[in-house]
């Protein structure tokens, strides 16, 4: 079974972001230039001229002042772009991240932030949405989060603590409707199953390798109906 090449997809882009920052030098950006300074003010070894020289030369030394990847939502692009290339999923979008669009879970619905009370303990926003056509007469609407944590640790178990929210709130959902929080990273493969217990067949918690396989499969229990 095929899954996200999250390795791949966080070097390619730290290799991208190293070759703004060469470009950046040549333009003479002045943000770039500040941090040239203050990184020759903590290494006094360094001359200016001699870090210019070593940017412009070496890009893992470039890569000390570039955007860090991991902070730009490199993992869930590379997963949208995986659950994309699978065959029958239709209209799969990243879904808006703020109000008033930004889609969210609360008994068993799922609403947009417009039309949430304050008094209420939504879900964090859902990432994720697309359709998967079961039969002529039956089709699926997929709701997504997701995240891909590689270690344990505080901000990791409080994202973990998210998605376990999102699938609390969504028990209760139509039949047609699906919620997945999709989890990545060798650290949920511990909590998977213990989370998994309190799920529904439509409110499940997986990586991204078993998306496919079972949608395919809760398909054919509807059908089954």
């Not at 003479?28 to 030369?57: F, P, Q, T």
């Not at 079961?134 to 699926?140: C, D, G, K, Q």
């Not at 529904?200 to 396989?213: F, G, H, R, T, Y």
Request: with cysteine; aromatic share 10%; net charge neutral.
């Amino acid at each position: 079974m095929t899954a996200p090449d999250f390795d791949s997809a966080v070097n390619e882009a730290a290799t991208k972001n190293a070759e703004i920052v060469e470009t950046e030098l040549a333009s003479g950006n002045v943000d770039l230039l500040d941090k040239i300074r203050r990184y020759v003010a903590r290494h006094s070894v360094y001359h200016e001229l001699y870090v210019r020289r070593a940017i412009s030369r070496d890009h893992l030394f470039a890569s000390q002042f570039a955007k860090d990847p991991k902070k730009q939502n490199v993992y869930e692009k590379c997963a949208l772009d995986f659950l994309a290339s699978i065959p029958g999923f239709g209209d799969i979008k990243k879904l808006p991240s703020g109000p008033p669009n930004s889609m969210h879970l609360i008994q068993g619905n799922v609403l947009p932030a417009s039309a949430l009370k304050s008094s209420q303990r939504a879900t964090k926003s859902i990432d994720f949405y697309w359709t998967f056509r079961v039969s002529e007469t039956i089709s699926i609407q997929v709701y997504a989060s997701h995240k891909y944590t590689g270690e344990g640790g505080g901000a990791q178990d409080n994202q973990r603590v998210d998605l376990e929210h999102s699938l609390d709130q969504a028990r209760g959902l139509d039949p047609k409707i699906m919620f997945l929080a999709i989890a990545d990273g060798n650290y949920y493969k511990a909590h998977i199953p213990r989370i998994r217990r309190v799920c529904a067949k439509n409110v499940w918690i997986l990586p991204s390798s078993e998306v496919e396989q079972y949608i395919y499969g809760y398909g054919q229990l509807l059908l089954l109906d």
